[in-house]
């Protein structure tokens, strides 16, 4: 495999929000901005804390080039009415990964499109820290097809098995 970064965003998963219509013309909404910023900042910061990556917190790394996959975990906190084993609420998990994988882009890798495996979680922050985790690495040619096997055949055995 090639290299692969991994680092956690402290506080509320934010989901990237739809463009809004404002003044006759479409904005990006100022909350966008600042979830993308932070989840940049927490990336920097700990690649400069662990030596995962090749720069420090004010040199932009070389991004990634090639086919990457992604790991994201997303830690919400539960309200006390909520009874279910994992986290069936908004907000979705593609909106989340959305947010993540556009702030990412032009640092770590030149176009979220480069992400041809991606595998997401919610669940709940036991220890009341709300927080992502996040990992992308470079798919070398024979890495794919032993990701494939190892995190999607499992679960299409398990979906099969539940007969969903």
Request: hydrophobic share 35%; proline share 7%; charged share 25%.
């Amino acid at each position: 495999m090639g290299r692969q970064i991994t680092f956690t965003v402290y506080g509320e998963p934010r989901p990237k929000l739809r463009a809004k219509m404002g003044r006759g013309r479409m904005y990006n909404p100022q909350a966008n901005k600042d979830a993308a910023q932070t989840i940049d900042y927490y990336c920097r910061e700990q690649m400069h804390i662990n030596g995962n990556g090749d720069f420090n917190h004010n040199i932009p790394p070389k991004p990634m080039i090639g086919p990457l996959y992604a790991i994201t975990t997303y830690y919400l906190n539960r309200a006390k009415s909520q009874r279910e084993r994992l986290p069936i609420k908004k907000p979705d998990i593609d909106n989340l990964e959305k947010m993540v994988f556009d702030a990412l882009e032009g640092s770590i890798y030149k176009n979220d499109s480069q992400i041809v495996l991606s595998l997401a979680f919610k669940d709940w922050a036991t220890d009341g820290e709300e927080r992502t985790e996040i990992a992308i690495g470079e798919l070398c040619g024979t890495d794919a097809p032993i990701l494939y096997e190892m995190l999607v055949e499992p679960i299409r055995a398990a979906t099969e098995a539940l007969d969903v």
